[in-house]
């Protein structure tokens, strides 16, 4: 069971656009929500992350939006550059019973930039 | 950010040889290690969570003969991938969860295993 549903799936946007990826969650039990980019062939990077007690948080280009209720939070990169074309993960970790530090991970998102 | 070496970043080996692959904290202690793979196009999939000093704990459906993993020291771990086949070929990639770090994970640059 996909415990954290990212979406779209891909995603082209062009070049000074708002790239927009949206993810979802079920287990009330997760305290702490990463997004992660990869490039190919690299391990995955920290891009930016929040907790459950605000409800977004802005680094530069890149906010995160999260909206307890719903049990969703979403990506939102500004001014969108072809060097932001990469794989982004969403994942989550829970704050009970579990190994500090395991995350669940999304499916990711390919997004495209244009230029 | 901290930094987690991880060597060697691609191998090519025989069917039935044995690849050990290397993961390092280079600026932090690593109270936990975690072991990813990753197929083309697809998420990170947990293979095993080791702590420094006991035995790694695997997902289920990872066989723990053919996963070796050692985590010897808070900067050191290492997967053995024995009697390698090619549908062991894959993306690996480790990670590790820094003392204190209240659960931030870094990931390592990962490893393209190519099992001939």
């Known amino acids: 069971q996909q415990q954290v549903k990212q979406s779209p799936q891909s995603l082209i946007v062009q070049k000074g656009g708002i790239s927009i990826i949206n993810c979802a969650y079920e287990?009330?039990?997760?305290?702490?929500f990463p997004w992660y980019q990869q490039f190919p062939g690299k391990g995955p990077a920290l891009l930016i992350a929040?907790?459950?007690?605000?409800s977004e948080k802005k680094e530069g280009r890149f906010t995160i939006s999260f909206n307890k209720s719903a049990k969703q939070f979403s990506l939102h990169i500004m001014d969108s550059q072809p060097g932001d074309s990469a794989t982004y993960f969403c994942?989550?970790?829970?704050?009970?019973?579990?190994?500090?530090?395991?995350?669940?991970f999304g499916r990711g998102t390919q997004l495209t930039v244009w230029p | 950010g901290a930094v987690v070496s991880q060597h060697p970043s691609r191998v090519i080996c025989k069917s039935g040889t044995s690849v050990k692959i290397e993961c390092r904290s280079l600026?932090?202690?690593?109270?936990?290690m975690f072991w990813y793979r990753q197929f083309p196009k697809q998420s990170l999939m947990l293979m095993a969570t080791?702590?420094?000093?006991?035995?790694?704990?695997?997902e289920q459906g990872v066989e723990k003969d053919k996963f070796l993993i050692n985590h010897a020291s808070l900067t050191l771990s290492t997967l053995t991938v024995t009697s390698a086949h090619p549908e062991d070929s894959s993306f690996y990639i480790c990670?590790?969860?820094?003392?204190?770090?209240?659960?931030?994970?870094?990931f390592g640059s990962g490893t393209q295993l190519s099992v001939l």
């Open positions: 990670s590790a969860s820094a003392v204190g770090g209240f659960g931030k994970l870094f």
């Open positions: 287990n009330t039990a997760f305290d702490y």
């Open positions: 929040i907790r459950p007690d605000v």
């Open positions: 994942a989550a970790r829970p704050s009970e019973g579990s190994t500090l530090g395991r995350l669940y």
């Open positions: 600026d932090f202690q690593a109270t936990t």
């Open positions: 080791s702590n420094e000093g006991s035995k790694a704990t695997y």
